[in-house]
């Protein structure tokens, strides 16, 4: 029975698998994409901003931008000499998250548990004066991870509840014909009343076999 249970769950659980990766993976790219542009699209505005110093205005743009939902910080850097990202100070960064500001290794993306880090150039044409980094959080990802693990293990169990009841059923049926041969062969073995006969239980084999059974004992009780 345990054989049955296992090899039932195996075709479903490899198809929610493969069918979970690829849905992770199409929200992940659409949570880059959107992030992506975004940053880029900030980016361009605050070349102006950070070549002229204009502290307000990239405070008012860094607050605008994480007004956006799932935006939970951004931080602007500026070169000062050199074109090493070593070389960057920050020049503002929103007043919510000091705490998760390093100063940007590579410009790219990072993904984490919790978090994507998404770092642009700010430059116009070749010229490059700072960069802009942007945290965007994954909890809605992380939901829908813990959803599919919930629903993961309700389908489980009740695939393990159905497929346990359809295979005690299933033996039931193959048994019980089986047994009430037995029940009535021994009765006429203890009694001597070959005027018992075997109740038929099914219409298949088990079912014949009943009947042959029946035909001998009027064989038998006619002799």
Same mark, same amino acid.
């Given at each position: 029975?345990l054989?049955?249970?296992?090899?039932? /769950?195996?075709? #479903? !659980?490899?198809?929610?698998i %493969?069918?979970f990766?690829?849905? @992770?993976?199409?929200?992940?790219?659409?949570?880059?994409?959107?992030t992506?542009?975004?940053?880029?699209?900030?980016?361009?505005?605050?070349?102006?901003?950070?070549?002229?110093?204009?502290?307000?205005?990239?405070?008012?743009?860094?607050?605008?931008?994480?007004?956006?939902?799932?935006?939970?910080?951004?931080?602007l850097?500026?070169?000062?000499?050199?074109?090493?990202?070593?070389?960057?100070?920050?020049?503002?960064?929103?007043?919510?998250?000091?705490?998760? /500001?390093?100063? #940007? !290794?590579?410009?790219?993306? %990072?993904?984490?548990?919790?978090? @994507?880090?998404?770092?642009?150039?700010?430059?116009?044409?070749?010229?490059?004066?700072?960069?802009?980094?942007?945290?965007?959080?994954?909890?809605?990802?992380?939901?829908?991870?813990?959803?599919?693990?919930?629903?993961?293990l309700?389908?489980?169990?009740?695939?393990?509840?159905?497929?346990?009841?359809?295979?005690?059923?299933?033996?039931?049926?193959?048994?019980?014909?089986?047994?009430?041969?037995?029940?009535?062969?021994?009765?006429?073995?203890?009694?001597k009343?070959?005027?018992?006969?075997a109740?038929?239980?099914?219409?298949?084999?088990?079912?014949?076999?009943?009947?042959?059974?029946?035909?001998?004992?009027?064989?038998?009780?006619?002799?």
């Open positions: 029975m054989s049955t249970v296992i090899a039932t /769950l195996i075709v #479903p !659980t490899i198809c929610a %493969v069918f990766q690829n849905e @992770l993976s199409s929200t992940k790219e659409l949570i880059f994409n959107d992506a542009i975004l940053t880029e699209n900030i980016a361009k505005n605050l070349y102006p901003t950070l070549a002229f110093d204009d502290l307000e205005t990239a405070q008012e743009e860094l607050q605008r931008l994480i007004a956006t939902p799932q935006i939970t910080s951004a931080s850097w500026k070169m000062t000499e050199g074109n090493s990202l070593d070389e960057y100070v920050l020049f503002c960064s929103t007043r919510d998250a000091p705490h998760e /500001l390093n100063s #940007p !290794t590579a410009i790219g993306e %990072v993904w984490s548990e919790s978090a @994507l880090q998404i770092v642009r150039p700010i430059q116009s044409g070749n010229q490059l004066i700072g960069v802009i980094m942007v945290k965007r959080s994954l909890a809605h990802l992380q939901y829908k991870k813990d959803q599919f693990i919930r629903l993961a309700t389908s489980w169990t009740f695939m393990i509840i159905v497929i346990l009841f359809v295979t005690i059923w299933y033996q039931n049926t193959l048994t019980l014909p089986l047994q009430e041969l037995t029940r009535v062969a021994e009765k006429i073995l203890s009694e009343n070959y005027k018992l006969r109740k038929k239980m099914s219409m298949d084999e088990f079912g014949k076999l009943t009947e042959l059974f029946n035909e001998m004992l009027d064989s038998i009780n006619e002799t």
